[in-house]
T-cell receptor
Framework: NAGVTQTPKFRILKIGQSMTLQCAQD?????MYWYRQDPGMGLKLIYY???????DKGEVPNGYNVSRSTTEDFPLRLELAAPSQTSVYFC????????????FGSGTRLTVV | AQSVTQLGSHVSVSEGALVLLRCNYS??????LFWYVQYPNQGLQLLLK??????LVKGINGFEAEFKKSETSFHLTKPSAHMSDAAEYFC??????????FGAGTRLFVKA
């Protein structure tokens, strides 16, 4: 019963590099989300998806891109990494709208130097 | 617009003492309210939620929260703290759409 799986767990990037954070869920959830967590700031929504082929911006989308080609996968792409993108990134999924709550992955800790 | 304020970034209690974590929300529509718990180096886990109906909501690990509309509050309580309750707790609010708003979090310390 894997739930939401995120890879990698840790990554160090140099300024200007790019990378993809992977997220996969095995619960057949239509709704998936990417959040970033910064100390003392709670979680901020980057992008979300309500189904394969449908994505939309959240509160802090600049510098990121997403795609949703399958129900299971929701990768987050960072282009031209900047120090401001140093954060912990969480992927989450849910069976419907927010009233059901979310299942979170264990996170990816990213440092940009 | 919706917002969440968690009062106190850190709370310290003794083992066996009452746990009280405070959360106030702002919402122009009937809110859906949540508490999540995050243990070190893990993702968030849903502790409990209020959608409609009974205003006293019971969750996992002996936690409960009460929705008080007149006070716009959703405080989390547990009668007796255990060492294993040490974690960070997040209050969250949603209008039932796709954009849950999270508070800044309260870190709970439990002293032996």
């Amino acid at each position: 019963n894997a739930g939401v799986t995120q890879t990698p767990k840790f990554r160090i990037l140099k300024i200007g590099q790019s990378m993809t954070l992977q997220c996969a869920q095995d619960m057949n959830h239509n709704y998936m989300y990417w959040y970033r967590q910064d100390p003392g700031m709670g979680l901020k929504l980057i992008y979300y998806s309500v189904g394969a082929g449908i994505t939309d911006k959240g509160e802090v989308p600049n510098g990121y891109n997403v795609s949703r080609s399958t129900t299971e996968d929701f990768p987050l792409r960072l282009e031209l990494a900047a120090p401001s993108q140093t954060s912990v990134y969480f992927c989450a999924s849910g069976p419907g709208t927010d009233i059901y709550g979310y299942t979170f992955g264990s996170g990816t800790r990213l440092t940009v130097v | 617009a919706q917002s969440v304020t968690q009062l106190g970034s850190h709370v310290s209690v003794s083992e066996g003492a009452l746990v009280l974590l405070r959360c106030n929300y702002s919402s122009s529509v009937p809110p859906y309210l949540f508490w999540y718990v995050q243990y070190p180096n893990q993702g968030l886990q849903l502790l409990l939620k209020y959608t409609t109906g009974a205003t006293l909501v019971k969750g996992i690990n002996g936690f409960e929260a009460e929705f008080k509309k007149s006070e716009t509050s959703f405080h989390l309580t547990k009668p007796s703290a255990h060492m294993s309750d040490a974690a960070e707790y997040f209050c969250a609010v949603s209008s039932g759409g796709f954009k849950t708003i999270f508070g800044a979090g309260t870190r709970l310390f439990v002293k032996a």
